[in-house]
C-alpha cells in the first residue's frame, strides 16, 4: 500500500471517528434535553391577562416588596432577603420552550441557591442590574395577589466600558399576607430565550 493511500485511509477514519463523535454527542444532548422537566407555571399558561383584574388595596407595598427583591439581586447580599420570602416558598427558573432549569422549595433552599449565584458574581467582578417595569396585580382574595412583571437583566463586566444585554423574561409572582406583613410565596422567572440560561435569576 502506497504512503498516499495510507494517508487517505487514516484521514477517512478519523472522519469517520468524528462523524460518530458528533452523532453520539448530539443524541446525548437530545436525549439530556428530553429528560428537562416541564415548567410548573408554563410559559404558555395564561397569567393575569384579563384587564379587570381587581387591583389589591395594598397595591405599593406589593411593588415595593419586587423591588427590594431587584436590590437584593443587584447588591448580592443574602441579608437583603430576609423577610420577603414565607417559609415555604416555591421558586422555579423556567426558558421560554418551558423547560424548568431550577427549583427550589422553601426559603433555605432558595436563600442558599441566591447567596451562591452572589458569590460567583463578585467572584466574576460583576454587577447586575434587574430593572423590572410593566407590572401587574390581582387579588385573589384578602390574602393573596398575584402579579407578573417584565424584567430586563444586564451585566456590566469590570473589563467593558458598556454593560451588556443578560437576558430578558417574565417574573411571575405569587405573595402572601402572613400577619400583617407581604412575602413572596411563588416565583417563576422565564427567560424569554428558548435555551439554557441558567445564570439567570
Known amino acids: 500500500m502506497s504512503l498516499t493511500h495510507a494517508k487517505l485511509l487514516a484521514r477517512r477514519a478519523k472522519l469517520t471517528a468524528c462523524a460518530i ?3 453520539v454527542g448530539l443524541t446525548f444532548a437530545a436525549a439530556e434535553q428530553s429528560l428537562a422537566a416541564d ?3 408554563h410559559p404558555d399558561r395564561v397569567w393575569l391577562a384579563t ?3 381587581p387591583m389589591p388595596a395594598d397595591d405599593r407595598a406589593i411593588r415595593k416588596l419586587i423591588n427590594l427583591y431587584n436590590w437584593a439581586l443587584d447588591d448580592h447580599r443574602v441579608a437583603q ?5 414565607t417559609d415555604a416558598v416555591f421558586y422555579e427558573l423556567c426558558n421560554a ?3 424548568q432549569l431550577a427549583q427550589k422549595n422553601g426559603k433555605d433552599q432558595l436563600e442558599g441557591y441566591l447567596n451562591d449565584y452572589f458569590n ?4 466574576n467582578r460583576t454587577q447586575t442590574r434587574h430593572v423590572g417595569s410593566n407590572t401587574l396585580l390581582h387579588a385573589v382574595d384578602a390574602s393573596t395577589v398575584q402579579g407578573k412583571t417584565t424584567v430586563v437583566v444586564t451585566l456590566q463586566h469590570s473589563d467593558i466600558e458598556t454593560p451588556v ?3 430578558t423574561g417574565e417574573f411571575r409572582t405569587e405573595f402572601e399576607k402572613v400577619g400583617n406583613v407581604w412575602k413572596f410565596s411563588s416565583i417563576t422567572l422565564i ?7 441558567l445564570r439567570a435569576r
Do not use: M, Q, R, S
Not at 432577603?81 to 420570602?85: E, K, S, T, V
Not at 460567583?120 to 467572584?123: A, C, G, N, Q, R
Open 21 to 23: 463523535g458528533i452523532g
Open 39 to 41: 415548567c410548573v407555571n
Open 51 to 53: 384587564p379587570n383584574d
Open 81 to 85: 432577603l430576609d423577610g420577603l420570602f
Open 97 to 99: 420552550a418551558g423547560e
Open 120 to 123: 460567583e458574581i463578585v467572584d
Open 165 to 167: 444585554l443578560d437576558y
Open 191 to 197: 427567560t424569554d430565550g428558548p435555551k439554557l440560561a
